[in-house]
């Protein structure tokens, strides 16, 4: 995706979340800092969250890419309402969740 931008944490959102859940402190002792992408368009992100339930991450990279070849970036409503269901089928996305389109 264009401008990406990571999930920016430090030192006191660490502490918070260690002291609010022990299992989660040891966990996050273990793994260190994760570098999560952020997706600053919120419409972008909803149609993330839809086209990715229950899918890999390589399936929804796929799909996500195939969309903004097409139909540009950042997506807007106006990008998915004018789509039937058959074209979002063409990147991808199975047939119940285009029917939400």
Request: charged residues 30%.
């Amino acid at each position: 995706m264009k401008d990406e931008a990571f999930f920016v944490y430090g030192k006191k959102e660490i502490s918070y979340l260690k002291a609010k859940d022990k299992r989660l402190g040891k966990v996050i002792d273990k793994v260190v800092h994760i570098e999560r992408e952020a997706i600053p368009d919120l419409f972008s992100v909803l149609v993330h969250s839809i086209v990715g339930q229950q899918i890999s991450t390589k399936d929804l990279s796929t799909i996500l890419q195939r969309m903004t070849n097409e139909l540009g970036f950042p997506l807007t409503p106006t990008h998915i309402a004018g789509l039937d269901k058959e074209t979002l089928q063409t990147f991808g996305i199975a047939f119940k969740k285009a029917e939400y389109g």
